[in-house]
């Protein structure tokens, strides 16, 4: 995947795991993922990267120097660190199973709520997956 990210083309795929609820439902929705010119990474961004030899799909929440910190959305506490290098691509659509796209900018605020999120994935897990 990641030599076709690097020669250009877009890669699809669909992604495990609940560490991006609300806004990716792992096994369900479907990403589009580009590779990333490393200056053109921001804070916000939702990148798929090789931890050791394992690999994340996480939203990017801050950046030292070389270093970025990514969190999954659905995760309350943690988080990753990894190095640019480690960037395999960055998704730029995220597709429903019935092939509604979500905005991506709805994610890039969620961030900021991490003091009530424990409370809004809770809702969310009542209203939306329990149902």
């Known amino acids: ?6 020669g ?4 699809v795929f669909t992604p495990g795991g609940v560490s991006m609820r609300p806004f990716i439902e792992g096994g369900k929705d479907s990403v589009t993922l580009e590779y990333p010119a490393p200056d053109t990474i921001r804070v916000g961004d939702i990148l798929l990267c090789r931890i050791g030899e394992r690999y994340v799909l996480h939203r990017l929440i801050g950046i030292e120097g070389e270093t970025l910190h990514l969190k999954g959305d659905g ?4 988080g990753e660190y990894c190095h640019r290098d480690d ?4 998704v730029i659509a995220i597709r429903s199973p019935r092939g509604r796209q979500k905005r991506l900018t709805r994610g890039r605020l969620w ?3 991490s003091p009530i999120r ?3 994935l809770k ?9």
């Open 1 to 6: 995947m990641g030599r076709l990210l690097r």
């Open 8 to 11: 250009g083309q877009q890669v």
């Open 75 to 78: 995760n309350i506490t943690g």
């Open 87 to 90: 960037v395999i691509g960055r």
């Open 111 to 113: 961030h900021y709520l």
């Open 118 to 120: 424990k409370y809004l």
């Open 123 to 131: 809702v969310y897990r009542h209203l939306v997956i329990d149902n």
